[in-house]
């Protein structure tokens, strides 16, 4: 049952990029907002206090993993304290970048996009259902441990399918703002 309703959500996102369209841009634009919220959100989330904030560090991570430069974040001093405006800032700063993307590919993006997100989702889910895999044969052990191994599993593969679909975005981020045709 847990590989199944994991299926069910990694084929959908599949369905997008075999039709192509309007859905799968919107569903790829999806991912690189939150592939760069979340990395602005680890970035900051290793110093307790907003005083503490390295927006040098952010602003070069985000251009490192995605080619993405949030104009706020050249200033030595953060733009804001809350972290969720600085996702915002961030998501914004993706978007344009998406958008730069797409008109930059052309006639190609399409096919690009469509490409990059099944190259992606296609890796991540085969190395997933491998960890799975692993997991199933490590399980049994937690009985020992007086845990009922079937809500371990649930519990353990719940996980791991969260860390894949932020792997996937991430990813899927990184190779399309980066993709150029030779």
Same mark, same amino acid.
């Given at each position: 049952d847990v590989m199944n309703q994991q299926r069910e959500v990694i084929y959908s996102l599949r369905s997008f990029a075999?039709?192509?369209?309007?859905?799968?841009?919107?569903?790829?634009?999806?991912?690189?907002?939150?592939?760069?919220?979340?990395?602005?959100?680890?970035?900051?989330g290793e110093f307790e206090e907003p005083a503490e904030w390295d927006i040098g560090l952010l602003r070069q991570e985000l251009l490192m993993h995605y080619l993405v430069a949030?104009?706020?974040?050249?200033?030595?001093e953060p733009p804001s304290t809350d972290v969720a405006? %600085?996702?915002?800032?961030?998501?914004? /700063?993706?978007?344009?970048?998406? !958008?730069?993307?797409?008109?930059?590919?052309?006639? +190609? #993006?399409?096919?690009l996009l469509s490409l990059?997100?099944?190259?992606?989702?296609?890796?991540?889910?085969?190395?997933?259902?491998?960890d799975l895999d692993q997991l199933r044969a490590a399980i049994g052990y937690r009985g020992w441990g007086q845990k009922d191994p %079937?809500?371990?599993?649930?519990?353990? /593969?719940?996980?791991?399918?969260? !860390?894949?679909?932020?792997?996937?975005?991430?990813? +899927? #981020?990184?190779?399309?703002?980066?993709v150029q045709l030779v």
């Open positions: 075999l039709e192509g369209g309007e859905e799968l841009k919107g569903e790829a634009l999806k991912m690189v907002e939150k592939a760069v919220e979340r990395r602005v959100e680890t970035t900051l949030v104009p706020e974040f050249d200033a030595k405006e %600085l996702q915002r800032m961030g998501a914004t /700063a993706a978007r344009t970048a998406f !958008d730069a993307k797409l008109r930059s590919l052309g006639d +190609f #993006a399409g096919q990059v997100t099944l190259n992606v989702i296609d890796q991540k889910w085969k190395d997933h259902l491998y %079937l809500v371990e599993y649930k519990q353990e /593969a719940y996980t791991m399918f969260v !860390d894949l679909m932020h792997d996937i975005h991430n990813t +899927f #981020a990184g190779n399309f703002l980066k």
